[in-house]
T-cell receptor, first 109, second 114 residues
Framework: GQQVMQIPQYQHVQEGEDFTTYCNSSTTLSNIQWYKQRPGGHPVFLIQLVKSGEVKKQKRLTFQFGEAKKNSSLHITATQTTDVGTYFCAGRGYQKVTFGTGTKLQVIP | DSGVTQTPKHLITATGQRVTLRCSPRSGDLSVYWYQQSLDQGLQFLIQYYNGEERAKGNILERFSAQQFPDLHSELNLSSLELGDSALYFC?????????????FGDGTRLSIL
């Protein structure tokens, strides 16, 4: 079945450093969504990418969808303590969405 | 506030028991998804319903069952509970069924098995 892996599993950064998480699917995806889960909270939708090679930005966050539509990345520029949480990608395969394993980000002030 | 309501927020019970978790989706959403999240783990997809019909099935144990009612609320039934079933159970809803719309998550039900 479809598998979606994320690396790294954990990342500690100093405040102000950049951060990137990568998402890789075993199958081609129709779209990919990104969610953020704050500690003690529930996942919250951030963005959806649909087109091959698509790049979208939200303030300090940059999202990319690979040319082959099998991978994606989320890059945060100049992290802040408010960026702490777990970031999940969710890939849509054949009529089904599979969540990635998540990357837990800790930001050291 | 996501608009998705889950009850109860916390549930403490013993092994071998049965519990029911309830979810009311966002107004206008027809799909309901159930997920299990163990401590510091990812989201394990259990099952999806769309407009009352089962749409997709994930790694849901035979001891677990779910349904979606005509008013679109959903219930997840967990029976013969084991210690390993302790987890946070999320419900999410979306407008469509195919996964091309965002999922909106509730606050979850934390289940503790003693």
């Amino acid at each position: 079945g479809q598998q979606v892996m994320q690396i790294p599993q954990y990342q500690h950064v100093q405040e102000g450093e950049d951060f990137t998480t990568y998402c890789n699917s075993s199958t081609t995806l129709s779209n990919i969504q990104w969610y953020k889960q704050r500690p003690g909270g529930h996942p919250v939708f951030l963005i959806q990418l649909v087109k091959s090679g698509e790049v979208k930005k939200q303030k300090r966050l940059t999202f990319q969808f690979g040319e082959a539509k099998k991978n994606s990345s989320l890059h945060i520029t100049a992290t802040q303590t408010t960026d702490v949480g777990t970031y999940f990608c969710a890939g849509r395969g054949y009529q089904k969405v599979t969540f990635g394993t998540g990357t837990k980000l800790q930001v050291i002030p | 506030d996501s608009g998705v309501t889950q009850t109860p927020k916390h549930l403490i019970t013993a092994t071998g028991q049965r519990v029911t978790l309830r979810c009311s989706p966002r107004s206008g959403d027809l799909s309901v998804y159930w997920y299990q999240q163990s401590l510091d783990q990812g989201l394990q997809f259990l099952i999806q319903y769309y407009n009352g019909e089962e749409r997709a099935k994930g790694n849901i144990l035979e001891r677990f069952s779910a349904q979606q009612f005509p008013d679109l609320h959903s219930e997840l039934n967990l029976s013969s509970l084991e210690l390993g079933d302790s987890a946070l159970y999320f419900c999410a809803s979306s407008q469509g069924w195919g996964g091309n719309q965002p999922q909106h998550f509730g606050d979850g039900t934390r289940l503790s098995i003693l």
